[in-house]
């Protein structure tokens, strides 16, 4: 059965440790310096906690599920303590980066592995953590030359990881990434348009806020069943879409890049909100609570 490390215990990567857990796998991974609410999740997986160090000549997969603007230390961490190891010794097979990072930082960590006996995989995770019922699909692609250590990772969805290997014409690394990246311009993108909508309604006055919410509700019943559920979703996570959005913003370029820097810059306010007086985070809370309530009357 294989022995996989998933960097690190958050929502997405302790719901998928669970998952391989459930199938057989052995799972790994690092607590160091991480909240008791991370042990706990680690726990409820079925994860087994390991120094860093020892996680590499334990394990055949690495997969980094981790902040986006976290990527490249965390890759560099394995890289730099791989050379501390027997290289022709390590059951390890590759380091799989599953973040939402932009194609050029994906190439620069997976040169991080170029010319070592670690294979490199780029891919995206697109979806929502797995529940009963349901799994995001993995999207794979590497250098090419790889297909050996690809399809061994994608032999992993009879272990309950659904792989997509992403092959045809052009596929290299940094095409997986490119397509979270672009399916992220949808969902978080849509969130940041909301939050935006929303704060500036409320900027004009509580009276503006309400009608706008009423006259969605009439006009864009769609979007406002959207905007209910992913407005407080959103919230707690802004602080991790900042570098998602900056990375966005570098991937797309040139003036369309302005949009995903503002989107940044709105994550960036509602997070120091979470953190501070609180003020933007209860107007949006406002919001989606007043969206509710026609949404009640509506039916």
């Known amino acids: 059965m294989p022995a996989i490390t998933v960097i690190s215990a958050g929502a997405m990567g302790s719901a998928i440790a669970k998952r391989l857990v459930q199938s057989g796998c052995t799972v790994y991974t690092n ?10 999740r680690a726990l409820d997986a079925g994860m087994i906690n390991l120094p860093f160090e020892t996680l590499l000549s334990k394990s055949n997969f690495i997969l980094s599920i981790v902040p986006p603007g976290e990527a490249f230390a965390v890759a560099q961490k394995i890289r730099n303590t791989l050379g501390a190891h027997s290289s ?44 009963e019922g349901w799994d995001p699909t993995f999207y ?52 940041g348009l909301f939050m935006t909508m929303m704060l500036t309604a409320h900027r004009s006055s509580p009276a503006t806020a309400n009608a706008l919410m009423k006259e969605l509700s009439i006009s864009q019943p769609a979007l406002m069943s959207r905007l209910i559920p992913t407005v407080p979703e959103g919230i707690p996570k802004a602080y991790r879409f900042v570098a998602e959005m900056e990375g966005l913003a570098e991937f797309v370029g040139g003036g369309e890049a302005d949009i995903f820097m503002g989107f940044a810059r709105v994550f960036e306010r509602v997070a120091g909100s979470l953190q501070g007086d609180g003020v933007d985070v209860e107007t949006l809370r406002r919001g989606v609570e007043k969206a509710l309530e026609l949404q009640g009357t509506s039916k």
Not at 31 to 40: G, I, V, W, Y
């Open 31 to 40: 607590l160091d310096n991480r909240s008791p609410a991370a042990h706990q």
């Open 88 to 131: 022709s010794a390590l059951p390890l097979r590759a380091f799989v980066d599953c973040n939402a990072v932009n194609p050029e930082t994906v190439k620069r960590i997976g040169g991080l592995f170029s010319g070592t006996p670690v294979g490199f995989i780029d891919a995206g995770i697109v979806g929502t953590p797995p529940r």
């Open 140 to 191: 794979a692609c590497s250098e090419p030359g790889a297909q050996d250590v690809l399809e061994e990772f994608a032999a992993l969805s009879q272990y309950g990881l659904k792989v997509s290997l992403l092959k045809g014409e052009g596929a290299g690394i940094g095409d997986a990434s490119s397509l979270k990246l672009c399916e992220s311009m949808m969902k978080k993108g849509s969130i």
